[in-house]
């Protein structure tokens, strides 16, 4: 805010005043944008919480023959709930199993596997991957999203 | 350097000189803090402004929906809960500052030649900011808003001639709904915020067209600089005012009640407390004298606002002396009345339900929906079928909740196979009943109590017998007494003896025995729960 021209005498006071004018007001406006910047920047930090789900026991699993499973994730969305359908592979060698989202990481088609040729492969631009997940021939910039699992009695969970 | 820019600035918009012609303005001398009353209004209105513009952010204007963004800002949304405290009691304190406001123009005499037009603007932003109010309960969509309002559309029914036009136009449908949740929102987003703004402008531009009146007796000597001799007290009142109003938002938090449900025809509505008043004065014009409640004296008030600086013309300012001296009485009368009539109001406020009392019916509804063996968690659960009920929304009408326990899978089309026989009912009607009843005391945000196994027992033998005729804490039947405070009237081995034999204890009742068809356990589960409700 300006101070327009003084022609009083007691020029100090007055000076004075505009400053505890100006910091009364810029105190309340910072108040204020604390409270409502706060709550309109606080949900784009938010992270979505990670889950541990039961994808599958390791007794279906053969060795080396990536098994398509879909994961139910059920998850808060502001003030709606959702649920997402997501596709893994589950792939088992000896004891430990792997997972691969079935996203195919170059346009994000869903990727299937082909018993016959025993690799992962995407209609869209013909991405070709292993079961491994590395990428073997076509456009997909990077191998299959790995997933974090573990195994419980048999019981392999996954964390999305 | 950042002198400069500013300079720059200036030449090309010359920004400094609208900023002098906002702050130059010569004030009559020993014109005081009485003056401050506007400017904490406007304070108030930007403050409205600001913490509504982030609810709308996260508010959705659906009865599906509305009541768990609200659920959602409060409990999810970092600062939410007190964004929302600071938009609910700044409508209070908004309502307070403007009859504030006005009493300073009346009983200074203000409102006199040349400035009735600045005066008229006033009374008009002073219905708008009510109409704000109004509009503003409904959207929580708690049972509040939505009972509060279905009074508000039945008064407006009542006018004479134009009710039933007016009432459906307010509805937006033949029922208090989606239709009406829509239009009251845009009206508290969109028409409104717009009428307010243009209304301040040119209230402001009347005010320092005609300059302001003044004080009563102006002191000797030169007039003073509103800024920054003036404005710095309205800083002061301001801050004041600011500083109250987060104190209050901290300290108690905006109430909300449990979900809307309209197929509760028990719930006793009240409107907000500037309100109340003429809620109240239904009390006393019922049946065709109901327009007089609803429009004839409201009409009055306002027409005597309204009309005041046209009737009142002397030359007189000060409120005790003659010419205004009658007027100055009738606006005590008024607000006397008011007065009197918000404290009738008060008195008459029904107990209502305390978040904090259970009652049994909730409790017996948490056991079965979390106890052991519940069959909820077969499908709420994380990677489950359905969400786990920590995350569900509130978002199905009772029937369907009601109808999904019975059956949880028929009505969750696709999940269940074509080799998967249909389950038997899972759940009672009464159980689904209870575990309703719970569901909504949970999503209303109050954490259910710590109960022993005496009143868990009681608990659930309330919920499949006693519930269908006698009430506790807002719950179950209306046939027999209410039991919420039975404990006040019986001792212990009279409730027993009720229990086990009415017919023996009052002759000819509705009532049958319970001797012989609950356990020992459960009729001492009952007695002891009872005798405690005082």
């Known amino acids: ?160 | 350097m950042v002198d400069h820019l500013l300079a720059w600035l200036d030449s090309r918009t010359g920004y400094r000189a609208l900023v002098r012609l906002a702050l130059d303005e010569e004030l009559p001398s020993g014109t005081g803090w009485t003056f401050t009353t506007g400017s904490v209004v406007t304070l108030l209105v930007g403050c409205q402004f600001v913490t509504g513009l982030g609810l709308a952010m996260y508010y959705v204007p659906a009865p599906s929906l509305a009541y768990d963004s609200v659920r959602f800002i409060m409990q999810d949304l970092t600062l939410g809960w007190l964004l929302r405290g600071l938009h609910y009691w700044g409508a209070s304190f908004l309502v307070v500052a403007a009859v504030m406001h006005l009493l300073r123009v009346f009983l200074l005499g203000s409102y006199k030649a040349p400035r009735e037009v600045t005066w008229l603007s006033g009374i008009l932003m002073l219905l708008v900011i009510l109409a704000f109010a109004l509009t503003g309960y409904l959207l929580p969509w708690d049972q509040k808003a939505y009972w509060a309002t279905t009074v508000t559309i039945n008064i407006a029914r009542s006018s004479p001639l134009v009710g039933e036009y007016l009432s459906s136009v307010m509805r937006g449908g033949p029922d208090l709904g989606a239709l009406t949740l829509g239009r009251w929102f845009s009206a508290h987003v969109f028409l409104l915020p717009a009428a307010l703004t243009a209304l301040i402008v040119a209230h402001v531009a009347l005010m320092r067209k005609h300059g302001i009146s003044g004080p009563l007796k102006p002191a000797p000597g030169a007039g003073v600089a509103f800024f920054p001799w003036h404005v710095v007290k309205d800083t002061v009142m301001m801050a004041a005012v600011f500083a109250s109003l987060i104190t209050v938002a901290v300290l108690v938090a905006a109430p909300l009640d449990e979900i809307a449900n309209p197929a509760d025809a028990n719930y006793i509505p009240r409107p907000e407390w500037y309100f109340l008043s003429l809620f109240q004065l239904l009390k006393y014009f019922p049946g065709p004298l109901e327009p007089m409640a609803t429009m004839v004296i409201p009409g009055v008030v306002v027409g005597f606002l309204v009309l005041l600086p046209f009737v009142d013309r002397g030359d007189g300012r000060h409120p005790f002396q003659s010419p205004r001296r009658m007027l100055t009485a009738a606006l005590a009368a008024i607000g006397i009345g008011v007065a009197v009539l918000t404290g009738l109001g008060v008195a008459d406020l029904p107990a209502g339900k305390d978040p904090n009392d259970w009652g049994l019916l909730p409790i017996a509804g948490h056991e079965i929906a979390t106890g052991a063996g519940n069959s909820c968690a077969r499908c709420h659960e994380p990677g489950g079928p359905a969400a786990p009920l920590a995350i569900t929304r509130l978002a199905k009408d009772e029937e369907w909740l009601l109808s999904h326990m019975a059956d949880p899978v028929a009505i969750a089309p696709g999940v269940r196979s074509d080799t998967d026989p249909a389950p038997a009912p899972v759940m009672s009607r009464f159980k689904a009943q209870a575990v309703v009843a719970y569901l909504r005391r949970e999503h209303a945000g109050n954490p259910a109590p710590d109960v022993d196994a005496s009143e868990r027992l009681a608990a659930l033998t309330y919920a499949e017998t006693c519930v269908v005729c006698h009430r506790i804490s807002g719950e179950g039947g209306t046939l027999g007494p209410d039991l919420t405070r039975v404990g006040a009237r019986r001792n212990a081995a009279g409730i027993k003896a009720v229990i086990e034999d009415a017919p023996e204890m009052y002759g000819e009742t509705a009532m049958p025995r319970f001797g012989d068809r609950l356990t020992p356990e459960q009729i001492r589960a009952l007695v002891k729960y009872l005798e405690s409700r005082r």
């Open chain 1, 1 to 160: 805010m300006s101070q327009p021209e003084s022609s009083v005498s007691s020029h100090d006071r007055r000076g004075f005043l505009v400053r505890i004018v100006q910091a009364t007001h810029a105190a309340i406006g910072a108040t204020l944008a604390f409270i409502v910047g706060g709550a309109v920047v606080a949900p784009s930090f938010g992270r979505r919480e990670t889950l541990w789900l039961h994808a599958g026991d390791l007794t279906h699993l053969a060795e080396d023959i990536p098994l398509p499973v879909t994961l139910r994730i059920a998850r808060p969305d502001g003030a709606s709930e959702v649920v997402d359908r997501r596709v893994v592979y589950l792939v088992r060698s000896g004891d430990s199993v792997r997972a691969f989202d079935s996203t195919c990481t170059h346009l994000g088609c869903r990727t299937k596997f082909n018993a016959e040729t025993m690799q992962i492969e995407c209609p869209c631009h013909g991405g070709v991957y292993d079961v491994a997940g590395r990428v073997i021939g076509g456009p997909p910039p990077a191998p299959l999203v790995s997933m974090s699992t573990r195994i419980e009695n048999g019981r392999i969970m996954v964390q999305v």
